[in-house]
């Protein structure tokens, strides 16, 4: 895998960025395995709409899965 991927800040309150890796899309996935947010790449990702918690950001290329994180927010 490649570990030159930075995503901060983490924890977070209310966005996320991701640098150093090409990636598609995202996911971000609760605790009980739901898609809470499913989107486009983007510079910065918004997660104010989440409640305070711990998530998972699955980063996507196509259909395929190249990076997990697991993100808390604040």
Do not use: C, F, W
């Not at 290329?61 to 697991?70: A, N, S």
């Amino acid at each position: 895998g490649d570990h030159s991927v930075l995503i901060y800040p983490n924890p977070t309150e209310n966005s996320l960025t991701v640098e150093g890796m090409a990636y598609d899309n995202y996911q971000v996935i609760g605790m009980d395995g739901k898609v809470l947010e499913s989107n486009q790449r983007k510079e910065v990702l918004d997660l104010s709409k989440l409640k305070a918690g711990q998530y998972v950001l699955q980063l996507m290329k196509g259909v395929e899965l190249i990076h997990t994180q697991t993100i808390i927010k604040r």
